[in-house]
């Protein structure tokens, strides 16, 4: 899918996908137990476009590299399918996809993945030992935390490509906790992928 989990409103921090790259880390004292919130962000992945483009031109020049062969984009209104140079920051696209209008874009207009979601839920899980996903309590708002069940999935519903979705992460340590380095508790994102058409 080519939407991800950032630790930052401005989707500057995307958080990694499995191999621990950037994970989303925090310090917690077992000793005593500790309970800490954050705010996490769902959104497309999404760069800006490094110079002004035409409207026929189909090489086109990113911000930073995104993504990949294959993948619609979309800028302003106007659909694009990446035929190549998908993972760099230049890509060669074919223009006016799904009956849209090929028109002239600015540099730094916002370049999104061109798809919707539906059905978005995510859910901590742990992989392996002993299961510490009831460590985390996930909602929609700060407040919602206090009455969400231990370890389980939040229904974040439906996401427009531009849209950026929020929730709520809270974190409980208990108390006697011994020292260690948690890496395998994750938040799964699932849904279904909808091309704009």
Known sequence: MAIHLYLDEGLTQQISEGDFSRPEAESYN??????????????????????????????????????????LIIIDGEQMLVESGGGTANLTVQRGVANTAATAHDAG????SGYDYTGLVLDPIDETGTDEAVWYRLALTQAGLDTATQGAPLNLGDKAFQQTLSFWRRC????????????????????TENPIL
């Open 172 to 191: 409980t340590v208990l108390p006697g906790t011994p020292v260690q380095n948690k890496l395998d508790i994750k938040l799964r994102l699932t849904g």
């Open 30 to 71: 077992g000793t005593d137990g500790d309970i800490k919130d954050r705010q996490l962000y769902v959104a497309n992945e999404q760069t800006s476009l490094a110079s002004v483009i035409d409207a026929a031109q189909t090489a086109i020049a990113l911000a930073e590299p995104r993504f990949a062969d294959g993948e």
């Open 109 to 112: 207009t916002t370049v999104y």
